[in-house]
């Protein structure tokens, strides 16, 4: 655990914040959850891959940057909750239309 932190602290000094929290890490989440739906041929592996990934990282991001806080705390609680409930559901769009065509074969066809 204190060699995840030692990274993420070593990242975070040479990347900038706004480019490292906006774009990189959500960028890198979302594809990786969508890449799971894709290559599962399950859409509902995106979203569930991208929010472990998130919930991960947000998790060490705060052992790692607030070593004091609480887990159970209100504050604590929406640091961690805030992005991971936000990149899943674009994650789920995502792979919706990205990974299992059958499914929308499926949703168009008639019921016999």
């Not at 070593?10 to 990347?15: A, E, G, P």
């Not at 890449?35 to 919930?55: Q, V």
């Amino acid at each position: 655990m204190e060699y995840i932190s030692l990274v993420l602290q070593y990242i975070q000094t040479r990347v900038d914040p706004f480019l490292w929290e906006l774009f990189i890490v959500p960028v890198v989440v979302v594809g990786l959850g969508v890449l799971a739906a894709i290559l599962s041929k399950k859409f509902i592996f995106g979203p569930i891959i991208t929010f472990f990934l998130m919930f991960t990282y947000n998790f060490f991001d705060l052992v790692t940057f607030y070593p004091d806080s609480i887990i159970g705390e209100a504050s604590t609680q929406r640091y961690l909750f805030g992005w991971c409930l936000i990149h899943p559901l674009v994650s789920l769009v995502i792979s919706f239309f990205l990974a299992p065509p059958t499914i929308l074969k499926q949703l168009t066809q008639p019921i016999k």
